[in-house]
């Protein structure tokens, strides 16, 4: 299923909604330290491609290890602004950070593939986000983007590739990856 992404969108449009661990960083499960920050492979060149494409580049990410206690919401304010310093020095400033601070039990809104942060972001930033790229590790990623309405892309790490029974629009090995996609559509 080749998808929209090779249709043109409108500047407000140009968004990409990224997870996290395992997509822009490596997956430390529960990464409770900002020093432990590492780029996935390629992810730095991929995402300051997308910038230079004029993408937007948006991070929604599950961090259930509020609500299982392993570490606090200071803590991970601490992690984002570490991450964001990081991109932007590469020149990949992120437009904003959403977390879904609640566990799989807590049946909130807002962690994926519920859409309440799409919702949230989609607002405060204004754009659709059946024109967005949603891209992720995981099955949930997909199935996020998916209700969505957005183009989805799957980076299929060690991980995922093993969990996958991927629906993707499009499965990729990293970011640069992905980058190549949607430079092909513009
Ligand atoms: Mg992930
Ligand atoms: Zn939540």
New binding site residues.
Partial sequence: MRARVLASRQAKDKVVVL?????IVV?RHYLSDPAALEFEPEAELGLRRMADMGFRLVVI?NQSGIARGFFSLARLDEIHNRMAQMLESIGAPLAGIYFCPHGPEDACDCRKPNLGLMRQASQELGFDMSEAIVI???DS?VEFGRRAGAVTMLVANPVSRSLSGSSADYVVENLNQAADIMSRSD
Avoid: C, E, V
Avoid at 19 to 23: E, M, P, S, V
């Fill in positions: 997870d996290r661990d395992g997509t997956d990410t992720g590790d995981k990623d």
